[in-house]
């Protein structure tokens, strides 16, 4: 048996002229859907962001707390050098030993060119 569609009076069945109805929903369903989908990544994306930089904040604080630190060690350092020596050795002695530091650890972080060439 076949079923019968209703016909219009230029002949054509009523399903043909839904046609353009039916894409027009389609691509209005699509459009929602993509403009639902980068609102979400954009909620993501921000809130992933907001966390990476509450991160970065509190480790630049961290940072600077430790740095103020050892300000503070090294002036101590220095006004105890300053009980056996003049202030101005004491504060070349301090130099001389974070030279020295600063110049092991490059030493030693730096990669050696002939390991990696291998």
């Known amino acids: 048996m076949t079923e019968k569609q209703p016909h219009h009076a230029n002949g054509a069945p009523e ?10 929903r389609a691509v209005d369903d699509v459009t ?13 994306m921000s809130a992933a962001l907001a966390t990476r930089l509450a991160n970065a904040i509190a480790i630049l604080t961290v ?3 430790m740095l103020c630190g050892g300000v503070c ?8 050098l300053h009980q056996w ?4 050795q004491a504060f070349g002695l ?9 110049i092991a650890s490059y030493v030693i972080m730096k990669p050696a060119v002939g390991r990696n060439s291998a």
């Open 73 to 80: 060690i090294l002036c101590a350092a220095i006004l105890l």
């Open 94 to 102: 301090a130099g001389v030993a974070i030279l020295i530091v600063g």
């Open 32 to 44: 929602r859907i993509l403009q639902s989908e980068a609102h979400m990544l954009e909620n993501s």
């Open 85 to 88: 020596l003049p202030l101005w």
């Open 63 to 65: 940072v600077a707390v």
């Open 15 to 24: 399903a043909m002229q839904d046609w353009p109805t039916l894409v027009g």
